[in-house]
């Protein structure tokens, strides 16, 4: 599992038998084509709700039911019960799927698990309550972005393609209510797996140090620094799609500073 106050995983050896409901677990594995097999017993429904504590940073939670959940039901329902610090949970959940980290889904299948963001509240005890069935299409924008340069609230993804695997999180962007530093509007660069492949802009002042999705506020100009790390890969590919930019004034550059390209 995940520790946010350490930023780290905790691994768990042979002999490891109590999985609380509602956290998430990863298995890590090189090369293995055998199967896992696990037994024990589903949550009581009758309980109505799991709770759940939340630190701030990035959480990897779990499904604790066998049906679908939809996180954006969940976080209404908290909102409801009016608990404390609810507004600072993203709505939106982060997985990795495919070999590639994808970011904007709200469902969470059974016996799956997502990294879910806490900005701006040192933790949360919310519920994921049985009423949460996700509905038959549960993926969302995590706010209203255009691509055209010119609006007041604009976002680029920037993608990476290495030799083996992807990377989508990536991007930048405008929002009029966003801040310099961390919120809402960015995403942080997920906890490392085996191997990596990663976009980050670098924010020494704040306690997730590593954006991969940076939104700052609108403005006329801005410089994002940024950094590509590889892993194993020798080299990866920078992509983005310009076809939506719009007859804009603005234009955005790529300068490579250590080859000192355009």
Do not use: C
Not at 61 to 79: M, Q, S
Not at 83 to 103: H, P
Not at 174 to 189: I, N, R, W
């Amino acid at each position: 599992k995940y520790l946010p106050s350490q930023q780290a995983y905790q691994q768990h050896q042979q002999g490891f038998t109590n999985f609380e409901p509602g956290l998430g677990y990863m298995f890590a594995y090189r090369n293995f084509t055998g199967n896992i097999t696990m037994t024990g017993e589903a949550v009581d429904l009758t309980d109505n709700a799991v709770s759940i504590t939340l630190a701030e940073g990035q959480n990897l939670i779990g499904n604790p039911f066998l049906f679908r959940i939809d996180w954006g039901a969940v976080i209404d329902y908290n909102k409801g019960l009016g608990v404390a610090g609810i507004d600072a949970v993203d709505e939106t959940l982060i997985k990795w799927k495919g070999g590639d980290w994808v970011t904007g889904e709200t469902a969470l299948q059974s016996f799956e698990g997502a990294f879910v963001e806490v900005i701006g509240a040192a933790s949360v005890t919310l519920k994921i309550p049985v009423t949460a069935h996700a509905r038959l299409s549960s993926v969302k924008l995590k706010n209203s972005f255009s691509a055209n340069l010119d609006a007041n609230a604009w976002f680029i993804p920037l993608n990476l393609q290495s030799s083996d695997r992807t990377y989508s999180m990536g991007g930048i962007g405008m929002h009029p209510e966003a801040q310099l530093s961390g919120d809402l509007f960015d995403d942080f660069t997920p906890p490392r797996l085996l191997d990596h492949l990663e976009l980050n802009f670098p924010h020494e002042e704040f306690f997730l140090e590593n954006f991969t999705k940076d939104i700052v506020p609108t403005q006329s100009s801005y410089v994002w620094d940024f950094v590509v790390s590889a892993g194993e890969s020798s080299q990866a590919t920078l992509t983005w799609d310009a076809q939506n930019f719009g007859n804009s004034s603005y234009e955005l550059i790529l300068l490579d500073l250590e080859n000192l390209n355009q």
